[in-house]
Every structure is written in structure tokens, then in C-alpha cells.
């Protein structure tokens, strides 16, 4: 199985700032990364596909970077919306895991 | 738009079998391009995939569930459906349904639309 972790597991920021979460695979996965963003009580939501596609109707502020085992999430510019918990996802052949999450706090 | 819906028992006893339902309104089933999964998320934790249909029946499951998982469609009702046997209080979760979208990867590239989640208890 593919081993997904995330740095760090938690992160205080404030409105405004630029923030970056990473994920690393165990393994190469390619460019077969997802990432959500989830709210408490709430389903994920889809932010970023292949590593560094936007999904439709997401924030320009958010962005993907990275291939083989290191992957980046950044917002350019934190906004209020933004305080939830991001999760990575490999879809590495026809077998799926996630990351523990990071969760994104006020500072 | 598309929308899921789970639906079934919230609360299941020790060593029986859980059994959920995920009804797609607003889009076929059938239409292709997409895979039907379902994830679950322990209490106050992260995400665990349990496995992908599509709607042909092709199945993919995690490996460290997949002695117990049965996941299967029913494309005349929009439906597809989860079942865990032999439960215990580990699989007390939040079940979620959701649509994988495949736009990259022939394997999907993400889940797009996502059920509202359904909360499973597992006691005596």
C-alpha cells in the first residue's frame, strides 16, 4: 500500500497569509494526487486534481505543485473561508489513500 | 446537478452486517466517466477509502477491507450500495458516498460531488 503523510498537522496562520501544506508519498505516485478541503460537519470538497489542476469553480488563491513523492498545497493569500482541514489523495492505480490531514487554524 | 444521497441504519449491532445505500439524483449512473465510491471517517479522524464501482460492476476495493466489503450497483434505480460484514466498533464512522470524475487518470482523478455523510454506530 501507498503511505500518505502530511506537514504539519496543524498550522496557525492569519487572514492574509500565504500558506503551504505538504504531502509525501511513500512511493512514486506520478502526478496522481488530489487535494480537499473539509469543514467541520461537512463533506470534503475537491480543491485540486493531477498534482496541480484546479477543479472548476475553485479560488485561483488555491495551488498545486509537485510529482513523484512530494506534493505542495498553497493559498496565496489566506481568507477566512480558508480555516478547515486539507487532505491529499493518491489515485495511484486503482488504489486510493489519503493523508491524515492539516488542519488550518486562526492564529 | 448531480446530487448523493446515503441512506440506512445508524446504528448496527457487533458482528452483523452494515448495509448503506447511495442514491444519485440529477445525472445517470450509467452516463460513464465517473466511478461511484464510498469513504468513511472515523470519529475526529481522517479519511479512509473503501472501495470504487463502476457502473458495469468492475469493483475495487482497499485491500485491508476488502475481505468484508461487498459494493454494487443497481443502474434501473440509480443506486449502489455498500455492505460490511461481521462489524465491530472500529467501523463506527461517517459513510460517505461520492462520485469519482474521471478527467486525466483512466483510473478517476478525484471526487467531485460528495453525499452528505451518515453516521454509523456499531453497538450492542
Known amino acids: 500500500d501507498i503511505q500518505m503523510t502530511q506537514s504539519p498537522s496543524t498550522l496557525s496562520a492569519s487572514v492574509g497569509d500565504r500558506v503551504t501544506v505538504t504531502c509525501r508519498a511513500s512511493q512514486s505516485i506520478s502526478s496522481w494526487l488530489a487535494w480537499y478541503q473539509q469543514k467541520p460537519g461537512k463533506a470534503p470538497k475537491l480543491l485540486i486534481y493531477?498534482?496541480?489542476s484546479l477543479q472548476n469553480g475553485v479560488p485561483s488563491r488555491f495551488s498545486g505543485s509537485g510529482s513523484g513523492t512530494e506534493f505542495t498545497l498553497t493559498i496565496s493569500s489566506l481568507q477566512p473561508d480558508d480555516f478547515a482541514t486539507y487532505y491529499c489523495q493518491q489515485y495511484n492505480s486503482y488504489s486510493v489513500t489519503f493523508g491524515p490531514g492539516t488542519k488550518v487554524d486562526i492564529k | 446537478q448531480v446530487q448523493l444521497q446515503e441512506s440506512g441504519p445508524g446504528l448496527v449491532k457487533p458482528s452483523q452486517t452494515l448495509s448503506l445505500t447511495c442514491t444519485v439524483s440529477g445525472g445517470s449512473i450509467n452516463s460513464g466517466g465517473y466511478y461511484w465510491s464510498w469513504i468513511r471517517q472515523h470519529p475526529g479522524r481522517g479519511l479512509e477509502w473503501i472501495g470504487h464501482?463502476?457502473?458495469?460492476?468492475?469493483?475495487y476495493h482497499n485491500p485491508s477491507l476488502k475481505s468484508r466489503v461487498t459494493i454494487s450497483v443497481d443502474t434501473s434505480k440509480n443506486q449502489f450500495f455498500l455492505k460490511l460484514t461481521s462489524v465491530t466498533a472500529a467501523d463506527t464512522a461517517v459513510y460517505y458516498c461520492?462520485?469519482?470524475?474521471?478527467?486525466?487518470?483512466?483510473?478517476?482523478?478525484?471526487?467531485?460531488?460528495w453525499g452528505q455523510g451518515t453516521t454509523v454506530t456499531v453497538s450492542s
Open positions: 493531477k498534482a496541480s
Open positions: 461520492a462520485r469519482v470524475v474521471v478527467m486525466v487518470s483512466p483510473t478517476g482523478d478525484g471526487m467531485d460531488v
Open positions: 464501482i463502476y457502473y458495469s460492476g468492475n469493483t
